[in-house]
């Protein structure tokens, strides 16, 4: 099968389901800049990972980060896109997005949902509550690449690297997305 495969992401019982292509979105921001995939490590500190922008699909579960350099709107509309191509492989379509106010307020990020036919709700202040599913979902993989990252410095400390905390989370996410 060519392209992402993604197990529980297409069920004919959720096409009735009110939270069907409903994903929530979440930003987090790295104290440690973290490196980029395309360049070994070479880059300056100021061109590495700063946080990311993560994507949650309720009615499958199916978790998507996009690591950026910038925290600013552009780089989490484009981590929108790269995950509404994601799903496409799958044949979903999402209608709706849950979002921080402060990431995808910005006119820019207004105008791409009604582009695209899709409605943007926003969470209130100190609201994340509301994101249960979501936050659980976020949480796990965020555990789940800390203790990735605790595993390389227990076994091997010499070669432990915190600046791969990307690779990590992305790695977390793919198990995530491919367990039953």
Not at 60 to 76: E, F, K, P, R
Request: charge should be negative; hydrophobic fraction near 35%; charged fraction near 15%.
């Amino acid at each position: 099968m060519n392209g992402p495969q993604m197990w529980h992401l297409h069920c004919t019982a959720c096409e009735s389901c009110p939270c069907q292509m409903h994903v929530v979105t979440f930003q987090c921001v790295s104290m440690t800049p973290g490196r980029l995939p395309h360049t070994f490590g070479k880059e300056e500190t100021r061109m590495q990972c700063n946080g990311g922008t993560t994507f949650v699909d309720h009615a499958s579960g199916c978790v998507h980060i996009h690591n950026q350099v910038s925290l600013g709107s552009g780089d989490a509309l484009q981590g929108k896109h790269a995950f509404e191509q994601f799903a496409n492989v799958c044949g979903i379509k999402f209608k709706s997005f849950h979002a921080d106010n402060h990431l995808f307020g910005s006119a820019e990020t207004l105008k791409d949902p009604e582009v695209q036919d899709q409605s943007i709700a926003f969470s209130g202040v100190g609201a994340h509550f509301q994101n249960g599913v979501s936050k659980r979902a976020i949480q796990t993989v965020t555990s789940w690449a800390l203790c990735f990252m605790m595993h390389q410095l227990i076994h091997w400390p010499e070669q432990f690297d915190e600046t791969l905390w990307p690779f990590a989370m992305e790695h977390a996410v793919t198990i995530w997305n491919h367990l039953p």
